[in-house]
């Protein structure tokens, strides 16, 4: 009864704990930790860059042995990002911008929230860190802070590196489709998505499905950019930004009459390199157009090479429903104006995202049931 009695009433104040932290009139501190709240936005404004020197520690767990990796197993899944197992590693680049500044990263199987001022290695760096003079790299391994940056905001343009044929000699054509949230998407031609600053005002909501004037404008260029400048070495390449927030199959549609156009234009061989949800708009091409897809195939050299592409669903899916997935979290962090439910009011009414969820050998599976 003792223990019983206990466990009941440690039950009971742990879930009362829960229940208070995010009110602010109760745990000011812990409230305003939340992902979504107003001070995390506030201290977070992307439009904002400061000329003050900063150092910025940042670590991730590893273990190698297997006990060791049954231990954060769950943690990892908790956070789906590298983190010291209480404050995921992108978050502490976080902050205004700063205009100087440097990053020491450190990983290893010693790594937790409390061991930086203990472990020798930080604890050398946390030294070097007090003694750099301002603007100074130092030697124990820092790195510029804008590269922090650029690792968690992707590049925002493609460039304007050639992606056309680079001799006068006809070659064979690659069309280049991307993967969900990998296209650029533009409001009236005012680009919304990938734009930090349109986002941080809250004009993700410009793009909800109802909206009339979307237009597809181009591929993200830190994921694509590389890839298609090595295929323009050897074939004219042709990237198909498409609209991830539609039906897979209008796009595919549409996808379909630009092959159609690009056939009578050419005797090269048409090939497809598609990325994720990409490869589900060639396939859906394929099935509704089965004649041009045998056109194609007919040319000696035709290819359609599906990177990662989720054939069954991703599993990604139901998580960004229920507002855990990574990408969406950055998102809410950096709205400014709206919360998370009127963020995920927009998203889930996103037919090309609701046909990525997963389904099993007998269909779908129905991840709102309890």
Same mark, same amino acid.
């Given at each position: ?108 199987? /010693? ?90 005002? /809250? ?168």
């Amino acid at each position: 009864p003792g223990a019983a009695e206990t466990y009941g009433l440690i039950t009971d104040l742990l879930l009362d704990f829960k229940k208070q932290a995010a009110d602010p009139q109760v745990m000011p501190g812990l409230a305003s930790m939340t992902p979504d709240s107003n001070f995390i936005k506030l201290i977070n404004r992307p439009d904002i860059q400061l000329d003050v020197d900063l150092s910025v520690i940042a670590g991730d767990v590893e273990k190698n042995d297997v006990i060791g990796r049954l231990a954060i197993f769950f943690t990892d899944l908790f956070y789906s990002d590298e983190h010291d197992l209480v404050v995921q590693t992108p978050a502490m680049y976080g902050g205004p911008t700063r205009k100087d500044g440097r990053y020491f990263f450190y990983k290893g199987p /010693g790594v937790h929230h409390s061991s930086y001022f203990s472990a020798k290695r930080t604890a050398e760096v946390i030294k070097e860190a007090l003694i750099v003079p301002t603007g100074k790299l130092g030697a124990r391994g820092f790195r510029p802070l804008e590269e922090a940056y650029a690792s968690a905001i992707p590049e925002l343009e493609l460039g304007t590196r050639s992606f056309q044929k680079r001799a006068n000699l006809s070659q064979p054509v690659v069309y280049v489709l991307p993967g969900i949230m990998g296209t650029h998407l533009a409001d009236g031609g005012n680009r919304v998505w990938l734009n930090v600053l349109e986002l941080a005002q /809250g004009r993700i909501a410009n793009l909800q499905i109802a909206s009339k004037n979307i237009q597809p404008q181009a591929l993200l260029g830190l994921a694509y950019a590389n890839l298609v400048e090595y295929l323009s070495a050897t074939h004219e390449v042709i990237p198909f930004p498409y609209d991830w927030r539609l039906s897979i199959m209008d796009e595919a549609s549409r996808f379909a009459d630009v092959l159609e156009a690009k056939l009578k234009e050419t005797k090269q061989p048409i090939r497809i390199v598609a990325h994720s949800m990409g490869g589900l708009v060639t396939r859906a091409m394929i099935a509704q157009r089965k004649e041009l897809w045998e056109r194609i195939r007919e040319r000696d050299g035709s290819r359609f090479v599906m990177l990662g592409t989720p054939n069954k669903g991703s599993y990604q899916i139901p998580r960004l429903i229920l507002g855990r997935e990574k990408t969406f979290r950055m998102l809410a962090l950096l709205d400014i104006r709206n919360s998370t439910k009127q963020l995920l009011d927009v998203i889930v009414r996103f037919p090309g995202v609701l046909q990525l969820l997963p389904m099993d050998a007998d269909g779908p599976l129905n991840f709102l049931d309890a």
